[in-house]
């Protein structure tokens, strides 16, 4: 029987105040999920709302685009799914091998706090099954709790995208949460490599990655990890 991965993507498509569209970055969701169909997985998308997922007009520049973007650009039936997701009230930890949540800036105003993540990553730990999540996503584990009411990155090796990554955006003002700030506070040993280079951390149950360049080598490190 396939693996089921689930992939919990945003629903948020606003920049802060800025007026300028934010969500998923495209890279993030695409490398994954080809890695995974490769491998003969079956995937399941969410997202807070349900529905389509907004996908954030830079990703789809052309200095953005990679081979992954572009199968999906061409793979009408992976764009039907990303615009019919489930919403994440109505997933369930038990339905599924692990999860994986790319990034975009929109996490970091809809995922960020939400009680219906929290509550399946913390089930999904309580499971034994394993976390991924890459560049602004890694924000979704900063309130999830572990044992002994201590958050559960407290001492775990954890990256994602740097404060440096954020100040050459310029969004560094901007955003709500800078998620190195975020998960150092919670005790996570935050590591990063060169801006926008890739980098990826496994602890524990968790693997995390520090941004689009990222997505990739995390989306393998649980294959990797879910093959033992």
């Known amino acids: 029987m396939s693996k089921q991965i689930l992939m919990v993507m945003t629903s948020h498509d606003m920049l802060g105040d800025t007026g300028n569209k934010t969500g998923l970055w495209l ?14 997985y079956s995937i399941t998308l969410a997202s807070p709302n349900g529905g389509e997922v907004p996908v954030d007009p830079t990703s789809l520049e052309e200095d953005a685009l990679t081979e ?31 999860v994986f949540y790319p990034g975009g800036h929109g996490p970091l105003y809809d995922l960020a706090d939400n009680r219906d993540s929290i509550t399946l990553i913390e089930n999904m730990l309580k499971a034994d099954k394993p976390v991924a999540a890459v560049c602004h996503a890694p924000i979704v584990l900063k309130d999830v709790m572990g044992q002994e009411g201590k958050a559960y990155i407290n001492g775990k090796e954890v990256t994602g995208f740097s404060n440096a990554e954020e100040k050459a955006m310029e969004l560094d003002s901007v955003v709500p949460y800078l998620v190195e700030d975020e998960l150092r506070s919670r005790g996570g040993s935050f590591s990063s490599a060169g801006q926008f280079e890739p980098h990826v951390c496994e602890s524990d149950l968790l693997i ?21």
């Open 27 to 40: 890279e993030e969701f695409a490398s994954p999920y080809y890695a995974f169909i490769d491998k003969g």
């Open 68 to 98: 992954a973007t572009k199968r999906f650009s061409e793979d009408e039936k992976a764009r039907s799914a990303l615009a019919s997701t489930i919403a994440l009230k109505d997933v369930r930890a038990e339905e599924f091998d692990a």
């Open 208 to 228: 995390t990655g520090q941004n689009p360049a990222s997505s990739k080598p995390a989306a393998e490190a649980l294959i990797s990890r879910l093959g033992e």
